[in-house]
């Protein structure tokens, strides 16, 4: 069962899955800012949500609805606010969000969940929100996915969608696909702001939470912008069934699935990091050769957050020294004298030392947008694989002057 | 035994303490970049050093030399190249380092330390070098601290120095001097840099070790600029007892004199965030009601190294909920209905949500260039300080462009 992407594809192109989107003026710009994701026919849903322990109200409430509740109708979204560190009036206004949702669909509050993003510790205007949703509802289309990916954007300046399709035997199709948003306060732990993912596959709650786990691991906790972590970073996969096809641990598309859930999460993750506020640049950094995954892992996340590595790629600087000296405070197992560094495929340290790249060079292997960076412990098997962006004049400007 | 501060005071203000400096063709400048510090009636020294795993050839050489030699007679430092990720050639240039020194000034190389910063991965030029510690030991004086200061500078806008003169009874005097450097790559865990301190007080090494460990806590290793931990902080502590005081642990002076040291430590470190790669802003961050101090220190350092806070500080914008949401990614244990944050002494959050706080009183806020955060989590009784600065255009500009 291999898995084809789908032109322009989104959340809608998901059989059984509209989205409606609308704007109620929680933005000033006029564009859309709040948007529902239908599943009329009810989905198993499982979610991932930031460990960060000022946990914004709506993540708090789609928690509970997911201890509670395994038949999820309706995800409402609206960007400009985050209803984060809102103390007991945030929880109301999250709790009337669904309410209003499930009367403007004729469903139960307990099938809604909601998300926000945007500025922390400003209340929801309920009145504005109230008509946003009623207009969502009215806008509901088969299609509305491309919209509604643009609905959630913040500070994103372009939306994050993706489908693909897989097919099984006898030509039966499963289709999976998501949006996404985030491009600043991005860094694991669940800091990937909002993810929506949805799939027509049959999928057990307990096998559907074991997918999008692991799937995470490697995608939205495999990135990282500012090293910042968010209060309402939620990730949502939905398993409507429409496809018929089951897929139990033990399916023999079981692996295959996966495999197509966790690219399209990797995919969304990487629109992220490329959108990454002020970013000029987008990097693959991939540790090997260390004594473990996790350590692997952390000395990747370790260069990807290093303000000073960060600026020497927006510099097209080919300062070597920040890689290692990043390296050398990640914790992680290592013998300075067997480091090996490439960039683009080409060596540039090797046991622990400089070789020579004279200017051109340097200067060709940074030039691209997208640089790879690869790094060999020479230590052990572990690896792991990070996506990071630079740090640039923009990065500044953005977050300076934000509340201005 | 109180103490004063010295006027202009530095390193020579110490009796038996001398220093000479002279421009060698490390920087392109043509500013100074090396100087020798010299006690020539030999110190007890005492020294901390990065945990970075790529410590720098000179860090390897000090922890050598202090391990196995309690009498050191000078230090010879240059900025303009780092000797860090320089292998065996690294190794045996810092060694001829100490030779040359040695040679210079007529005593044993074990009694020599060495220290560099600047750029990582260059081999030092040694000809060059040669020349700068002969023109150094020629220009030797006892008013030579200022210059040294100068010396040692990379990045740095401003030298870094002070002395404070402690009195006891019999109008016996005691002096503790001072030097440091640094502006980019620092953060905890002995990324300061470079910072030397002398004394004329009697003390055995146990008790030297003692006191600059601990002091260290709660200066260098309670700063952050950017984050990034160095491959050759190091910090020395050189007790050349001339003032024929005794500074035992059963001493009735013992304590003031910890705390002195540690006044002219923390005095160094504000020195290196106030010079700070950048910096418009010079802010402290103190964190109470932690359940230990460990936490505190650990919440009040996941602040000062976010981005997202340390822009909002740059562009005066009263954004909290990038302090809570650091508080809240720190790991520290919170209850989020229970954190108050103040600025400048005035309540901005209570109970963990925002107050009020118009547009006027928050540009009043934080308007002046020095700024106080004070956060009380009541949750206990652990408490740390740190002091930071914000993330500006020009860190960008700096570190962006450092090797054009």
Redesign the interface.
Known sequence: MAFKIIEDGNITSVPGFAAGSAHCGLKNSGKPDICIIYSPSGSVCSGVFT?????AAPVIIDMESLDNNNNIKAVTVNSGI?N????GQ?MKNGRHMQQITADALGIDRGQVLVASTG???KQLPMDKLESGIKASASAMADDGGDEAARAIMTTDLAQKRIAVELTADKGRKVTIGGMAKGS??I?P?M?TMLAFIGTDAKVERDTLDRILKQANKTSFNSISV??????NDSVFLMANGLSGLNIGEESIYYKEFAEAVTFVMQELAKKIVMDGEGATKFIEISVSGARDDAEAGRAAMTIA????FK??M??Q??????I??????SG?G?D??KVDISVGGRMI?K????LDVDKKAAKELLEPQNIKISIDLRNGNGGWTVWTSD???D???I??????
Not at 317 to 322: A, P
Not at 351 to 354: I, K, L, Q, V, Y
Request: charged fraction near 15%.
């Open positions: 460990t960060n322990s000022f946990r985050a984060a560190c809102t103390g945030g500025i922390i510790g600043g306060m860094k732990d800091a500012d090293g910042c972590q968010s209060t957050d290093s303000n000073l600026t020497a927006f510099g600087d080919l300062n070597w020294g920040r290692n000296a990043a390296l050398g405070a992680c290592l300075p004298d340290v046991n622990g030392t400089g740090l640039s004049f990065y500044i400007k977050n300076a002057l934000y509340h201005n």
